[in-house]
């Protein structure tokens, strides 16, 4: 099997009552489009909270240089640095979890549960921290408008169009999204595009900005989302896929969401090695 990679989102609003979270300032010209993605994503209001934790169920296709193998995963993310993931080959059934709790690195499988220490895990671990990071990515983009809060000089750009549909363009720096600590990198130009007529994210772009020094480059990444179904008070879309350089294909995909919750409180518990 092959190693376990995952990833697997107020205009006129009334003064904030005690313990209410102030309403952003925007430029006039980027609040229309935030609200209206706000709006998108949570027909029935609610996009005011910050994703803090979210569990997925999905069928998912991760690719490397050599092949790509289609599986089932179902992943649980917390803020800031948790996760698990069980990932289940569609072909053989066999299944394997691997997680962390923010300070042990674990795996487990037919054999039983086993920590990650040592030089010999280092690569399990390194994956297993670009799935918190990717992670932490995803639940940003589950809320335009905190998203959006968290961009230094946002400001709408020209409109731009794909596929035959007008898209509004957003762009603004942030040290906490993409592609940050590789490379020597500790900030990136952010880009968002949003469907002008639906509001629906289509896709965010991390570009890392040049690293201080000669160190190595790190390469942007890509979140496109499609085919989006309303569900639950929720417009999210069923289909993820992460691109990394310029790969003319993702590198991962999410192809259906099976199931997903978004802030449904995960305990500490979810994230400790299985006994």
């Not at 994703?51 to 803020?79: C, G, P, Q, Y």
Request: charged share 30%; aromatic share 6%; hydrophobic share 35%.
């Amino acid at each position: 099997m092959p190693a376990l990679l995952l990833l697997l989102a107020q205009a006129s609003a009334p003064a904030p009552g005690p313990g209410s979270r102030p309403a952003p300032a925007f430029p006039p010209d980027v609040a229309g489009i935030v609200e209206k993605a706000a709006r998108a994503q949570f027909p029935e209001g609610g996009g005011d909270a910050e994703v803090r934790d979210l569990a997925l169920v999905f069928d998912f296709i991760v690719r490397d240089e050599e092949r790509s193998n289609e599986v089932k995963a179902e992943h649980s993310f917390s803020s800031p640095d948790r996760v698990r993931t069980t990932i289940t080959d569609l072909v053989t059934g066999v299944s394997v979890t691997t997680g962390t709790d923010g300070r042990r690195y674990w795996v487990r499988d037919e054999k039983g549960t086993s920590l990650l220490e040592g030089r010999e895990h280092r690569d399990a671990r390194e994956e297993i921290d670009e799935r918190v990071r990717l992670s932490r990515d995803l639940a940003a983009a589950f809320s335009v408008r905190r998203l959006a809060e968290r961009l230094e000089g946002l400001r709408r750009l020209p409109d731009e169009a794909a596929e035959g549909r007008p898209l509004a363009v957003l762009e603004g720096e942030s040290a906490a999204f993409g592609p940050i600590r590789r490379g020597g990198v500790d900030r990136v130009r952010l880009r968002i595009r949003t469907d002008l007529e639906t509001g629906d994210l289509c896709d965010v772009l991390a570009t890392p900005l040049a690293p201080a020094g000669d160190g190595p480059s790190a390469e942007p990444e890509r979140f496109r989302f499609s085919e989006f179904l309303t569900k639950d008070g929720l417009r999210l879309p069923r289909k993820i896929t992460v691109t990394i350089g310029e790969s003319p294909l993702p590198r991962y995909e999410i192809g259906r969401i099976r199931g997903i919750r978004l802030n449904p409180g995960l305990p500490a518990e979810t994230f400790a090695p299985p006994r």
